[in-house]
C-alpha cells in the first residue's frame, strides 16, 4: 500500500475540483489530515477515495483508491441529503 502526505492529496483534491469540474465530499473528519474523502464527478476521470491511516501518536498518512464509477456504497452517501 502506497502512501501519501497530507499536501500530496490537498493538491489532488484542488487540482480535480479545479481542471476537470469534479466535486468532493467529506465522510469523515481527520485527526491530523484529512479524515476520509470522496472526490468525484470530473470530466472524463475516476472517482478516488481519500482515507487518513494512522502511523503513530503525532502523525499520519493518507491512501488513495480510484474507481472508474464510484462504488454504490459512497453514491448513497453522499446523494441522500
Keep these: 500500500m502506497k502512501l501519501y502526505d497530507l ?3 490537498e493538491n489532488l483534491i484542488n487540482n ?4 476537470f469540474d469534479g466535486a ?4 469523515n473528519e481527520g485527526s ?3 479524515g476520509k474523502i470522496v472526490v ?3 470530466i472524463g ?9 494512522y502511523l503513530n501518536e503525532s502523525s499520519s498518512a493518507h491512501k488513495i483508491r480510484m ?7 459512497y453514491e448513497k452517501l453522499i446523494y441522500q441529503l
Design 16 to 19: 480535480y475540483i479545479e481542471q
Design 40 to 42: 468525484f464527478n470530473g
Design 67 to 73: 474507481y472508474n464509477d464510484l462504488p454504490k456504497k
Design 32 to 34: 491530523l489530515g484529512l
Design 24 to 27: 468532493y465530499y467529506q465522510i
Design 7 to 9: 499536501k500530496t492529496c
Design 45 to 53: 476521470r475516476k472517482s478516488i477515495i481519500i482515507e487518513e491511516v
